[in-house]
Nanobody
Framework: EVQLVESGGGLVQTGGSLRLSCAAS????????IGWFRQAPGKEREGPLC????????YYLDSVRGRFRLTSENANKMVYLQMNSLKPEDTAVYYC????????????????WGQGTQVTVSS
């Protein structure tokens, strides 16, 4: 059973930074992709914002490229999302999710989800 656990959310001022972590376990397939998504109050879930796959490839949505950066430890199946220059519109619950294959950009291909971590950016 695939399990994903996010951590690292919190309250930060505009322009600040946060690093989110996603601990993944239970994978029996390869390659796999870990994607980051977010959902703001009253809005649909957005993403993937960025993706890290087991081959070492990454993908970034244009709206976060240059501000968000992924790093990963494949041996430990840890994925880190460094978020810089945060804006109030980045306020949301952030989720990591897993998909079979590499760099899956369709939300429908992600079947396993973490519980989410809240990120709040104050103005």
């Amino acid at each position: 059973e695939v399990q994903l656990v996010e951590s690292g959310g919190g309250l930060v001022q505009t322009g600040g930074s946060l690093r989110l972590s996603c601990a993944a376990s239970g994978f029996t397939f390869s390659p796999y992709a870990i994607g980051w998504f977010r959902q703001a109050p009253g809005k649909e879930r957005e993403g993937p914002l960025c993706i890290s796959d087991s081959r070492g490839d990454t993908y970034y949505l244009d709206s976060v490229r240059g501000r968000f950066r992924l790093t990963s430890e494949n041996a430990n199946k840890m994925v880190y999302l460094q978020m810089n220059s945060l804006k109030p519109e980045d306020t949301a619950v952030y989720y990591c999710a897993a998909a079979h294959g590499s760099l899956r950009t369709s939300i429908g291909t992600y079947n396993d989800w973490g519980q989410g971590t809240q990120v709040t950016v104050s103005s």
